[in-house]
């Protein structure tokens, strides 16, 4: 930013403001109209300043110029203004929020409203089933040595599974007391790990009812802090129906990004370690319908702890100061929801 005149910079947010309003190629004399106070010919040599830069590339010689991926990383590094949610999204934003219940269609409903809020696809990703917190864990007994191992999560999503074991009703209520004084805070990932390194203690070898609520635990768990990710995407026809991607090609390009469900999923995970916003422009998201796509995310929290991801995917051209408030006041009303939740529970 430091190498660009105060002129550059004007004409460079201008030409980038102005290509994301119109999706157009943005030449000299659509600047000039636009309020800058400099004659075309002034603007021309800014313009190519700019393109040896990296900053601007012109599709066709007699066209105008088009921001790269390194002109919006610089506008939205350092460059734009975040906007204010208008009263409108904000209420939006709340009477949605009020109405959705944490449960299976939660994800699905949170996607909905984000495509309507920025006109693209919306992705939303669950908790990594290792970072749910577990509110409760019951071995029912079944049948003469089976047992159902019901895990109920903070978030209130249930699983089940079946162990083999023989147990009594009065060494059952030992272990449920032994596990409830255990599994309070923890997450399944945590869980898995101390049930595993009790289970093993040496000084556990004559205490048998811990050596079975632990061994129990442990089995309850394997597979349950294994699982993968839900992953939701929403608007598909938004994304689809812009400009870019009119031709066959870039309707092929999007198509096939979005079914790349691995890669989004390792996109946003990025969000979970940054604990903040992320914007991947262009190829930064390597060549997800070959380079013409961004992602923002932002995460969302589950026990004061970083859960799962909520974002959306749309052109280069995103209206970027517009669109991370709204991802950002989502995954904001995500973790409000989850959390009241929880409390109510």
Request: net charge negative; glycine share 8%.
């Amino acid at each position: 930013m430091s190498e660009l005149s105060q002129r550059a910079r004007q004409i460079l947010y201008a030409c980038i403001t102005e290509f994301v309003a119109s999706g157009q190629p943005v030449g000299s004399r659509t600047l000039s109209k636009k309020g800058i106070e400099l004659s075309p010919a002034t603007i021309r040599n800014v313009l190519s300043d700019l393109e040896e830069l990296g900053l601007l590339h012109q599709p066709h010689a007699s066209a105008g110029r088009v921001p790269t991926d390194k002109a919006f990383r610089l506008f939205i590094d350092a460059m734009m203004d975040l906007r204010n949610l208008t009263d409108e999204e904000n209420a939006t934003i709340l009477l949605k929020f009020s109405e959705i219940e944490v449960g299976p269609n939660f994800l699905r409903e949170t996607g909905k409203l984000l495509s309507e809020l920025t006109g693209t696809a919306a992705v939303v990703i669950s908790a990594r089933a290792e970072s749910l917190t577990l509110k409760h864990l019951r071995f029912i007994r079944t049948m003469p040595g089976e047992l159902l191992a019901v895990l109920v999560m903070a978030n209130g999503s249930v699983q089940n599974r079946f162990l083999k074991a023989t147990i009594d009703e009065k060494e059952l209520a030992k272990v449920h007391n032994l596990l409830d004084d255990v599994i309070e805070g923890r997450t399944l990932g945590e869980l898995r790990d101390l049930f595993a390194r009790r289970k093993r203690a040496s000084d556990l070898q004559h205490d048998a009812v811990c050596k079975v609520a632990f061994a129990l635990g442990e089995a309850a768990l394997a597979e349950a802090a294994d699982a993968g990710v839900d992953v939701v995407i929403e608007g598909r026809s938004k994304l689809l129906g812009l400009p870019e991607f009119s031709d066959a090609e870039g309707l092929k390009g999007v198509v096939h990004a979005l079914d790349e469900v691995e890669g989004i999923v390792r996109l946003l995970d990025a969000t979970l370690a940054a604990k903040s916003i992320v914007v991947v422009v262009g190829h930064e998201a390597g060549d997800l319908a070959g380079g013409q796509l961004s992602i923002i995310g932002a995460s969302y929290k589950d026990q004061g702890k970083m859960a799962g991801s909520v974002g959306v995917i749309g052109p280069t051209r995103m209206d970027y100061p517009k669109v991370v408030p709204l991802v950002t006041a989502t995954a904001n009303a995500m973790s409000s929801v989850i959390k009241r939740h929880t409390d109510d529970e």
